[in-house]
């Protein structure tokens, strides 16, 4: 076992850890087979059940809720209560499950979004007053700007009181009852509170009237539409509740026997979290079958011969090096779309769509019909007004109605396309953006930008309320734009000015696409790429290109500056993709550093990334270890049998050897590290050895812990007595390095030929230059000695 490890690497493998091992394997004098290396895998790791993976439930329920109900004890509801397990005890604390919109532990996600999308509606309908008159002072003329300042602000602050209170307070008390871990009796009274917060607030303020000037349920009859929608949605939610009040009264076994029934009282995210966990299985399932794959001989074709004779790794590693990249190409909108409706998406990629995310697209589908509603109203109030009396004698013989319909029309069509465009894309946009992420297309943690999506998680707070705004907004500059121009082309007042432009505008693009043909002709002739066949006549024709180019490219810039206004107007609401190049949006003042002009993407990223990091299919399953560890303690998932599991992927993927983390990830096992290293030094010298600076970077100090480590591996240990006497012993240490590099080498010859013959590294040697440390190779001329090559 020892020589096994230390083909692998595995040096540093303490005696009571191949104990454990070999106890592990059946112990001393047992054969290692198939039965015996089974055994060593998993006997650790019994309690986790396979059958998990297509259970109804959710990852903490698989590990807690046993078949004597011992999670039932351990009721969020009582914060201060101890959980006695198998093994272990433990402290558990509330966390506010029915509101965690980064973890997703609410019990329907369906009634979070409808949650969101009511307290929109309840804003609108009986909050929103921008023209509040609370706090306002009045103004004078000699202090009339200061005055205007004051009141906005007070107007703003007010707003602000009145969301982060009330809004903050009707999603509170409306998600009781949504969690994954409710348990009666504490549930019912909890759900009752929902369900009387959603009453009051979108049911009887239907019905009673309430005006004062912080909330008034007064009604204005051109927006009853607003008010029994919101009626609509309170009775949506308190259907949901019912649900899960229902659901309390039944029992797991007894929903089984009816699956119809189950389905139906299913909580939402038992069912996303039963996808993560296909996920979870199918990627490990892909990453073991992939590996088998490459150790098929077949793949590497070579002569039977002992000078090509290979061991299994070597003809793995080899395999791993010449397989060609299988790649697939995935993303777009329709792609996204067809993936998500047939649930490939969830299963396969296991990609995690939280609240927030379906939130703000049912957000923004609620502002395309709210557009063409409201829309409607201002064209019908508007054609009133210009058929009025008080518009006959001054705009009737001006204005026609019949050119308010068509411009308005075509603004309607134009906005409703922009808002419905943001809308359909936004979830694929995001399903690309996990993938470029997991795919390493997009940069993450090796990355040095990477910093700024990990500052300010908080940001990701933004993205609803700005989804929602900002569709409304592009929808009407949209409208506004095609309206007001296709309005200027009909209206018989502006209708020869805007001919005259037009035709001027086809006359230059039709010349520009004469000269498009032409050139199409002329540069097969004259040029291939950047080499010119006929020089003379490629000069001529650049010249005239120069000289008529002075004159149209007037007519280019107007038409980029169309096309950039546009191209704003459109990305207005796109929160998901960076309008502006990368380096382009950032400032760097003298003060602040890296300013993003436009922070939304940034935002949009954060939020994607927060909760890849928990709801990531591999994450979700090394999380549930962790649970189990919790658990059941040292009866699960014990030392020796994670190094049999090492050893195991070594084998099977021995190009994961790369990633084998020698380092030492926190910082009190480093300080423990040093600690050590210091005090056997002091064992072997007697003497005082002096302590690395703690207040230095993590960098520094992992350099000097890995000088303490080789200097611990010398033989030769003679007037060593302080840190600044290594510096002394530089050229000992990289030829030390030289010689585990020399090693290396040998190794990996082994494991790709199975032959470590003495006569093979005949005459090679590697010398160290005592000033700059840097490697002399010193090769024989023998025939049979070998060059090392670098790399």
């Not at 929103?128 to 700007?145: A, S």
């Not at 299913?266 to 993560?276: A, V």
């Not at 611990?712 to 007595?721: A, E, M």
């Amino acid at each position: 076992l020892k020589t096994v490890l230390d083909f692998h690497g595995e040096v540093e493998v303490d005696e009571h850890v191949l104990d454990g091992m070999m106890e592990a394997a059946g112990g001393e004098g047992e054969v290692l087979n198939v039965k015996s290396l089974k055994q060593a895998l998993t006997s650790d790791v019994t309690k986790y059940r396979t059958e998990w993976t297509d259970s109804l439930t959710t990852h903490y329920q698989d590990v807690f809720n046993d078949q004597n109900k011992a999670a039932r004890n351990n009721d969020e509801e009582d914060p201060q209560k101890d959980t006695v397990n198998d093994t272990l005890a433990f402290h558990k604390v509330w966390t506010a499950p029915a509101i965690d919109f980064v973890a997703d532990t609410y019990r329907s996600q369906t009634y979070t979004v409808m949650l969101w999308l009511t307290l929109v509606m309840v804003y609108l309908s009986y909050f929103w007053n921008f023209d509040v008159k609370w706090g306002q002072v009045p103004c004078d003329r000699l202090g009339e700007f200061g005055c205007k300042i004051i009141n906005g602000i007070t107007r703003w602050l007010v707003i602000f009181l009145e969301l982060s209170i009330l809004g903050t307070a009707f999603i509170f008390f409306a998600s009781a009852g949504n969690s994954l871990f409710e348990h009666k009796p504490l549930a019912f009274f909890r759900l009752v509170i929902g369900m009387t917060t959603i009453v009051l607030a979108t049911i009887v303020s239907v019905f009673v009237t309430v005006d004062s000037q912080v909330i008034s349920t007064k009604k204005d009859g051109d927006f009853y539409a607003i008010y029994w929608t919101t009626f609509l949605l309170g009775c949506i939610l308190l259907f949901l509740q019912v649900l899960s009040l229902i659901r309390l009264f039944f029992s797991g076994n007894f929903l089984k026997r009816f699956k119809p029934l189950e389905i139906f009282l299913t909580s939402g995210m038992d069912t996303m979290e039963l996808r993560t966990k296909i996920a979870a299985h199918a990627k490990v399932s892909g990453i073991v079958e992939n590996a088998l794959n490459l150790h098929d001989s077949s793949i590497l074709e070579m002569p039977d011969s002992s000078s090509h004779r290979m061991t299994a790794l070597g003809k793995a590693l080899l395999n791993f090096q010449i397989h060609p990249e299988e790649t697939e190409r995935v993303g777009g909108v329709w792609w996204a779309w067809k993936r998500v409706w047939d649930r490939s998406i969830f299963q396969d990629e296991g990609v995690w769509l939280h609240s927030r995310l379906v939130a703000c697209t049912m957000a923004q589908l609620f502002i395309c019909i709210l557009l063409i509603v409201s829309w409607q109203v201002l064209f019908r109030a508007a054609l009133a007004e210009v058929q009025g009396s008080s518009w006959d004698s001054a705009l009737v013989s001006y204005v026609y109605v019949w050119e308010v319909v068509v411009g308005a029309t075509a603004g309607i069509i134009a906005g409703l396309f922009a808002s419905l465009s943001i809308t359909i894309i936004y979830i694929p946009s995001y399903i690309s953006t996990v993938l470029k992420f997991r795919r390493g297309v997009l940069p993450s943690l090796k990355d040095n930008k990477f910093i700024i999506y990990r500052y300010s998680a908080e940001q990701a707070t933004v993205l609803f309320g700005s989804s929602l705004w900002g569709c409304f907004f592009t929808g009407a500059t949209a409208a506004t734009i095609v309206g007001g121009l296709v309005f200027l082309i009909v209206w018989h007042v502006t209708r020869s000015v805007l001919f005259t432009i037009i035709a001027q505008l086809i006359g230059i693009g039709t010349t520009c696409l004469l000269r498009v043909l032409v050139l199409l002709f002329l540069r097969r002739k004259y040029c291939a790429a950047y080499y010119r066949m006929e020089t003379m006549k490629d000069n001529f024709m650049n010249l005239i290109l120069e000289c008529w180019n002075l004159g149209i490219t007037s007519g280019f810039m107007l038409v980029r500056a169309c096309k950039l206004f546009f191209l704003t107007a459109c990305y207005l609401g796109r929160l998901d993709t960076p309008m502006l190049a990368d380096g382009v949006g950032m400032l760097n003042l003298v003060i602040v550093k890296n300013i993003a002009l436009d922070s939304y993407p940034i935002a949009f990223r954060k939020d994607l990334l927060s909760h890849d990091a928990h709801r990531h299919p591999l994450l979700e399953r090394l999380g549930t270890m962790y649970m189990m560890k919790l658990r059941y303690g040292d009866d699960f998932g014990r030392r020796f049998g994670s190094c049999w599991r090492v050893l195991f992927v070594l084998c099977l993927m021995p190009w994961m050897r790369k990633y084998r983390l020698r380092s030492i990830s926190s910082m009190d096992e480093l300080d423990e590290q040093i600690k050590q290293v210091e005090s056997d030094l002091k064992e072997q010298k007697g003497e005082e050895v002096a302590v690395p600076d703690k207040t230095l970077d993590r960098q520094e100090t992992m350099r000097k812990l890995n000088r303490l480590k080789n200097l611990r591996d010398l033989t030769q240990l003679d007037g060593i007595t302080s840190h600044e006497e290594y510096l002394e012993r530089q050229v000992e240490l990289l030829r030390a390095r030289n010689e585990q590099l020399l090693n290396d080498n040998k190794k990996l010859h082994w494991m790709i030929t199975g032959d470590i013959s003495k006569e093979y590294y005949a005459g090679m040697s590697l010398q160290m230059s005592s000033d700059a440390g840097e490697r002399a190779k010193d090769t024989s001329k023998d025939e049979k000695t070998l060059q090392l090559q670098d790399g």
